[in-house]
């Protein structure tokens, strides 16, 4: 059995193609013991994120699998397969330490991805879908991702736009978990925002866009509602921070609708992030004592004082990656001898038990305790050196040489024997 990581991805695939393949946390289990029902895998776990969805298993070839996860979610296999990659072994290892220490996210370094892989292997194992060497694996996984947090700056400093606008809403409001938060678009850039701003588990989320749909999907991915851009001036005051990024020509907020929002509000103050080109909040916005607004210059400057910082720690990250990665490759490799060692100890312990045996009956008759140890050190040490001595007495040649080498080395004998 060979290890795999079958998936797809926000490098790889759009929203759109993403959330088809995505899996409901509450059908996780009955996904995996079909997986496994059918022979498709010998153990597997899923990891399903609003980023990704992955397929952890061990199988002969990763062919059935991908059969399995285009038929279970009733897909065209032309239209998905441009977007699944596969890794075998070394490279599957090798994704999962990547991912799990967040060198594969959108957010470069973002420790969420962590708890969802644990959570991913809670379900697996309650499914009875994760055996000893998924188990093993993840385990290292977790060990490894922990190690890279710990030793590098992967995590200390801010790369993305949306880091920095939790960042500076958190500046503002202590505790972002008594926040409600819209966001105005449904694009990439609002994508990864809510992303990192569901991190913080606000108190309310709400999409805003002009494609209703399109806005209650990615909304529901963090348990938040959706509504339409016609109706954000009504409902603005409800909100205390605001982030945009949509691709109309003109403001989608003007300063007199958030005068009136504030209003309502009492003064209580507002985050305002624009990350839209043009601008979707009017300048004059900024202006107002009880509006923080930020564009793409004033989080632009917090994202490249962290870019070479932790660039730096990725190095770092991926030469602790690839040890971690030979660690286990190399436990695995043992795994394959462990029934060769079982049969080689049991065969011993049988003629330890024989040899007991017959001493204990001589000793029984009465005879010379000194004379059965003897007997039953010789016995012993033939039974055990029967094998190898016949099979050198038996081989001839090359094959007779290479086998007293491998003699020599096990027994440890000295080289001029």
Same mark, same amino acid.
């Given at each position: 059995?060979?290890?795999? %990581?079958?998936?797809?991805?926000?490098? +790889?695939?759009?929203?759109?193609?993403?959330?088809?393949?995505?899996?409901?946390?509450?059908?996780?289990?009955?996904?995996?013991?079909?997986?496994?029902?059918?022979?498709?895998?010998?153990?597997?776990?899923?990891?399903?994120?609003?980023?990704?969805?992955?397929?952890?298993?061990?199988?002969?070839?990763?062919?059935?699998?991908?059969?399995?996860?285009?038929?279970?979610?009733?897909?065209?296999?032309?239209?998905?397969?441009?977007?699944?990659?596969?890794?075998?072994?070394?490279?599957?290892?090798?994704?999962?330490?990547?991912?799990?220490?967040?060198?594969?996210?959108m957010v470069l370094g973002e420790p969420q991805i962590l708890?969802?892989?644990?959570?991913?292997?809670?379900?697996?194992?309650?499914?009875?879908?994760?055996?000893?060497?998924?188990?093993?694996?993840?385990?290292?996984?977790?060990?490894?991702?922990?190690?890279?947090?710990?030793?590098?700056?992967?995590?200390?400093?801010?790369?993305?736009?949306?880091?920095?606008? !939790?960042?500076?809403?958190?500046?503002?409001?202590?505790?972002?978990?008594?926040?409600? !938060?819209?966001?105005?678009?449904?694009?990439?850039?609002?994508?990864?925002?809510?992303?990192?701003?569901?991190g913080q588990k606000p108190r309310r989320i709400t999409v805003?866009?002009? +494609?209703?749909?399109?806005?209650?999907?990615?909304?529901?991915?963090?348990?938040?509602? %959706?509504?339409?851009?016609?109706?954000?001036?009504?409902?603005?005051?409800?909100?205390?921070?605001?982030?945009?990024?949509?691709?109309?020509?003109?403001?989608?907020?003007?300063?007199?609708?958030?005068?009136?929002?504030?209003?309502?509000?009492?003064?209580?103050?507002?985050?305002?992030?624009?990350?839209?080109?043009?601008?979707?909040?009017?300048?004059?916005?900024?202006?107002?004592?009880?509006?923080?607004?930020?564009?793409?210059?004033?989080?632009?400057?917090?994202?490249? +004082?962290?870019?070479?910082?932790?660039?730096?720690?990725?190095?770092?990250?991926?030469?602790?990656?690839?040890?971690?990665?030979?660690?286990?490759?190399?436990?695995?490799?043992?795994?394959? !001898?462990?029934?060769?060692?079982?049969?080689?100890?049991?065969?011993?312990?049988?003629?330890?038990?024989?040899?007991?045996?017959?001493?204990?009956?001589?000793?029984?008759?009465?005879?010379?305790?000194?004379?059965?140890?003897?007997?039953?050190?010789?016995?012993?040490?033939?039974?055990?050196?029967?094998?190898?001595?016949?099979?050198?007495?038996?081989?001839?040649?090359?094959?007779?040489?290479?086998?007293?080498? +491998? !003699?020599?080395?096990?027994?440890?004998?000295?080289?001029?024997?």
């Amino acid at each position: 059995m060979r290890l795999f %990581a079958l998936g797809i991805n926000h490098h +790889t695939a759009p929203l759109a193609v993403r959330e088809q393949i995505a899996f409901d946390v509450a059908r996780l289990p009955a996904a995996l013991n079909d997986l496994l029902r059918g022979q498709h895998a010998r153990e597997a776990a899923i990891l399903s994120t609003c980023n990704r969805t992955e397929l952890y298993f061990s199988a002969e070839t990763p062919d059935p699998a991908v059969d399995w996860l285009v038929k279970y979610h009733a897909l065209a296999d032309k239209n998905i397969q441009p977007y699944l990659y596969t890794y075998p072994e070394r490279n599957a290892v090798r994704h999962m330490f990547r991912v799990a220490s967040g060198l594969d996210s959108m957010v470069l370094g973002e420790p969420q991805i962590l708890g969802q892989m644990k959570q991913a292997a809670r379900a697996a194992e309650e499914a009875g879908t994760l055996g000893t060497t998924l188990n093993r694996l993840f385990q290292r996984t977790f060990a490894v991702a922990k190690e890279v947090r710990s030793t590098t700056a992967i995590g200390a400093n801010i790369v993305s736009m949306a880091a920095a606008a !939790v960042h500076l809403s958190a500046r503002i409001f202590d505790d972002l978990q008594k926040q409600a !938060v819209l966001f105005i678009g449904a694009g990439e850039m609002i994508e990864l925002c809510a992303s990192h701003f569901g991190g913080q588990k606000p108190r309310r989320i709400t999409v805003a866009n002009r +494609t209703l749909d399109r806005a209650g999907a990615l909304a529901a991915q963090y348990g938040g509602d %959706a509504m339409r851009l016609d109706d954000i001036a009504s409902r603005l005051h409800e909100y205390d921070i605001v982030v945009s990024c949509t691709g109309s020509p003109l403001p989608v907020l003007g300063l007199g609708t958030v005068e009136s929002a504030l209003k309502q509000r009492r003064r209580r103050p507002m985050v305002m992030v624009d990350l839209a080109v043009p601008r979707d909040i009017e300048a004059e916005v900024g202006r107002l004592d009880d509006v923080f607004l930020y564009t793409l210059d004033d989080l632009g400057q917090i994202v490249e +004082t962290g870019l070479e910082s932790r660039q730096a720690a990725v190095i770092e990250a991926e030469t602790i990656i690839d040890t971690r990665v030979d660690g286990f490759l190399h436990w695995m490799s043992g795994r394959e !001898v462990v029934p060769t060692i079982r049969a080689l100890r049991d065969t011993a312990e049988a003629a330890r038990q024989a040899e007991l045996e017959h001493a204990m009956r001589a000793l029984a008759r009465g005879d010379d305790p000194a004379a059965v140890l003897e007997m039953l050190s010789h016995g012993l040490s033939n039974k055990l050196l029967h094998a190898p001595t016949q099979a050198l007495n038996q081989s001839a040649g090359a094959d007779r040489a290479e086998l007293a080498r +491998t !003699v020599a080395r096990l027994y440890n004998l000295p080289s001029d024997h």
